[in-house]
């Protein structure tokens, strides 16, 4: 073989290998990406201030009427944001409107797992055995 062909395979083989190099980098790492559930940590963030907010709201709505709202779109005196919050959860009240169940079905993209501190809920309405899912 000539030495200039030689070099070219030579090349050929180093850019290659490069390649397959590169290409396996980027499938381990948007496998990688993609097990790892990206939008994790935003969807508890917000999942965490759609719940809080709700919670406020449904509760001022108690202070002020005596009872809690049948849906949340009975909710009065919101703002724009809040009805992100608002449309960001599931509500279920008691037949009677003095308890509720809320629960939060979308964070930032997906819905979040949360745990809220056991003192959170002391002073709502808030009742784990309204849940409809149980």
Avoid at 113 to 134: A, K, S, V
Wanted: aromatic share 12%; glycine share 8%; hydrophobic share 35%.
């Amino acid at each position: 073989m000539q030495r200039r062909t030689k070099i070219y395979l030579a090349v050929g083989i180093g850019v290659f290998a490069f390649f397959c190099v590169m290409a396996t980098v980027l499938v381990v790492s948007v496998g990688s990406f993609i097990r790892a559930d990206p939008t994790e940590p935003m969807d508890r963030m917000f999942g965490d201030q759609h719940l809080k907010t709700s919670v406020a709201l449904i509760e001022l709505h108690k202070l002020r009427y005596g009872e809690y709202p049948e849906t949340l779109d009975h909710l009065n005196y919101t703002g724009e944001w809040d009805t992100i919050a608002l449309q960001s959860v599931e509500y279920t009240p008691n037949a009677d409107r003095t308890a509720y169940y809320v629960e939060v079905e979308r964070g930032w993209a997906r819905k979040p797992e949360l745990e809220m501190p056991p003192g959170f809920w002391r002073g709502t309405g808030y009742r784990e055995e309204l849940n409809p899912d149980r």
